[in-house]
């Protein structure tokens, strides 16, 4: 590995690193290797924001999202009048950084002051400000806030179409016709899914294609269309499969299960529920894992297999060791008790009802 000791030189790393990350994430991490402290003292030494800016960028796109977000603090911390554009870009990384580690509200109030600032500067900000509201508008879809993320992502669309950025008006249509489908305008939820569909189609964006097909597949399932919801929810899955997205896969799975719950068919909705609990098992996706186990509680208790309750609760339990999935675990440990005691199994609802207190205390 060369070590990088001058700004130039990293400039030149920088041109190569930012080629190769597109189609190789894991090889661009180990180049960065241990260097980034080495970077850090090349950007300070100079005051080079910009640079500093770029490393930011490469690292989101290595999904280090933390350390992105320290890069680009230090640049919203630049002070001048010269460097007033390149603070404004990162403010508005650093709240889409807030947005990556899940702090939504944070995210919220952040990109808010920023489009503040922004308006304030009487600077023309073009596709940075189009971009901005796109984020506005995904915080508030997160937050459930639909009203609002329609208002964002409207202005987003708008621009993006004014100036011919394909890609992003498929990701807009994809926003509002989520938004649409929660608000159960459902006309105009076909209308843009069916339509971000088509622009994802066209660019080979299959992420968001597949997530566009899950959303039109609960579309579907809301205006009572099973057999076009399983279909589509299937196509997303499949596409899911191709591109490794696994904590998708495990979504789609869960939605399919809990679709075949609701028609009281345990059996088929056991087969989807139990692949969805082993990817996020074996994907560490903790806090998904113990949605999905509340709906393998419910089809063992469907089907009188009150012993292997035990198991189900035992994994949750093991899983309460996070913060973000304790909760979780004490209301699906509670629900298994009140099952158990609505049937008459006064020991298990004791315990369970105990091993949730446990997990409070």
Sequence with gaps: MITIRTAQELVQELNKLELLVENDSDTVLELIGDQLTAWESIVRLHADYSLALRIGKLLEKLRQHWLALSWFHWVSQAEGEAEQDLVLTALRMKGRMYIKVGMYNEALSFLLSVEQQGQSSNRPQGRDLAILWQNIALVY?????????????????????????????????????????????FDEAYEYLTRARGGFEKHKDYLHLARTWHNYAELMRDLGRMEE?????????????????????????????????????????????????????????????????????????????YDELEVCASRATFLAGSDDTQHKVVSLLQKIANDCERVGLEELAKQYSQNAVQLIG
Excluded: P
């Design 141 to 185: 879809e997160y937050l459930g806030r639909y009203d609002s993320a329609v208002e964002y992502a409207g202005r987003a669309l708008q621009w993006f179409a004014d100036y011919g950025e394909e890609h992003d008006v498929a990701l807009m249509e994809m926003l509002l016709g989520i938004c649409y489908k929660e608000q159960k305008r």
């Design 229 to 305: 919801a399983i279909a589509a929810w299937r196509m997303s899955l499949e596409m899911k499969k191709r591109i490794q997205d696994f904590s998708g896969q495990a979504t789609t799975l869960h939605s399919i299960a809990k679709y075949l719950i609701s028609e009281n068919d345990w059996y088929a909705a056991m087969n989807y529920i139990t692949q969805a609990i082993a990817i996020c098992h074996q994907y560490r996706l903790q806090d998904k894992e113990v949605v999905c186990l509340e709906s393998w509680a419910q089809i063992l208790f469907a089907l009188g297999r």
